[in-house]
């Protein structure tokens, strides 16, 4: 249910759920789904967050729409 949660894909998103609560892609402190490579975005939830963060998941190659290498500087 996790994975699903942090979802941002309608198609895996879909007839599936309940989904867990304050689990998901979104920053709380902006709003913003925080997107596959953005780099910004992740700064920006520690920045907002970052002594309530108790984990997050990256996802180092992404596979979903085929194989996708993100930027040197996102890990």
């Known amino acids: 249910f996790s994975a699903i949660s942090m979802s ?3 198609e895996s998103r879909d007839n599936y759920g ?6 998901g892609s979104v920053c709380p ?3 913003k789904v925080i997107a596959f490579n953005d ?3 992740v700064r920006a939830a520690f920045e907002t967050h970052g002594d309530k ?3 997050f998941l990256v996802e180092p190659i992404q ?3 085929g194989i996708v ?3 040197d500087n996102y890990l």
Not at 18 to 23: A, H, K, N
């Open 63 to 65: 596979g979903e729409a």
């Open 18 to 23: 309940p989904f867990l609560p304050q689990v």
């Open 39 to 41: 780099v910004e975005g």
């Open 29 to 31: 402190g902006t709003g």
């Open 8 to 10: 941002t894909d309608p």
């Open 69 to 71: 290498v993100p930027a």
């Open 53 to 55: 963060i108790a984990g």
